[in-house]
């Protein structure tokens, strides 16, 4: 926002109950906080594992249960779905906090991370975005520029570099 970059960790804000699908209940613990944070409700590890287990009683990898997704699986494709859901209203909430219209042709939103490689992930984060400010929000996924790479602060400087160059 005014030429300024903003780094936000949102994960460890407390969830609402609208966003609590799969009635997660394990504290945020960062801090000693005792709510459930967002995380829980929508990352890979503590968010989709957890729900998955708690779903099938059985413990699977975040990138296994892609694959279940990927071969038909309803409960996978249903989780990350609702990641996403979380995701996009954690980026909507940082938005509102810092004042920053994510429809705006020079806003960006860099994603990176474990979800941001599931399939349609970012477009379907983009959707839900969408039906709230009424346009597709520019979003750029890490894994679209630096295949393979794990430095999100190296593809995070190149895609600060790219978007203030247009």
Known sequence: KGNTLYST??????????????????????????????????????????????????YMRARDIEDRYKAGDRLAGALNDHSALVVANMIQGTANALKIQLGDAT????????????????????????KSIGTNPHLLMTKDF?????????????????????
């Open 9 to 58: 960790e949102a994960g460890h804000v407390e969830g609402v109950v609208a966003l609590n699908t799969y009635d997660q209940s394990e504290p945020c613990g960062v801090f000693g906080a005792r709510y459930t944070c967002l995380e829980r409700l929508g990352a890979n590890k503590v968010g989709i594992e957890s729900q998955w287990f708690a779903a099938t009683g059985e």
């Open 146 to 166: 630096t295949e393979g790479s794990s430095n999100a602060c190296l593809d995070g400087a190149a895609i600060a570099a790219l978007t203030n160059s247009q």
């Open 107 to 130: 806003s960006a939103i860099v994603g990176h991370g474990g979800a941001f490689k599931f399939p349609n992930y970012g477009k379907r984060v983009q959707q839900i975005l969408a």
